[in-house]
């Protein structure tokens, strides 16, 4: 079993920045792909972003990219979201989750189903 926790979440003004942090138990955390995904009240969870095994390769919604940034660092079991120029329509709560992804499969992915663990969220509030 894989354990993921978020945090780094808060409140933030719009053009403000915050930085998401994922930290994950597995020991073969670098067999895993990683995923941001976002849900705010009364709407579907959607896809934020996407880092592969190595963190070489990554994938944004286009609602996010050029002001978020998702990155990883395998020696410390650590994916991060980096968020810029935030928006009040970036509020909601936000689920870090892990695809196992062995080097002979895919290793990024945008679709929910795709992911095989997920973390409690953490919540990201942006004022106007």
């Known amino acids: 079993q894989v354990q993921l926790v978020e945090s780094g979440g808060g409140l933030v003004q719009a053009g403000g920045s915050l930085r998401l942090s994922c930290a994950a138990s597995?020991?073969?955390?670098?067999?895993?792909?990683m995923g941001w995904f976002r849900q705010a009240p009364g709407k579907e969870r959607e896809f934020v972003a996407a880092i592969g095994r190595s963190g070489a390769n990554t994938d944004y919604a286009d609602s996010v990219k050029g002001r978020f940034t998702i990155s990883r660092d395998n020696a410390k079991n650590t994916v991060y979201l980096q968020m810029n120029s935030l928006k009040p329509e970036d509020t909601a709560n936000y689920y870090c989750a892990a695809k196992w992804a062995p080097i002979t499969g895919p290793t990024i992915s945008n679709m929910t189903r795709d992911y095989d663990y997920w973390g409690q969220g953490t919540q990201v509030t942006v004022s106007s």
């Open positions: 597995t020991l073969i955390f670098k067999f895993y792909g």
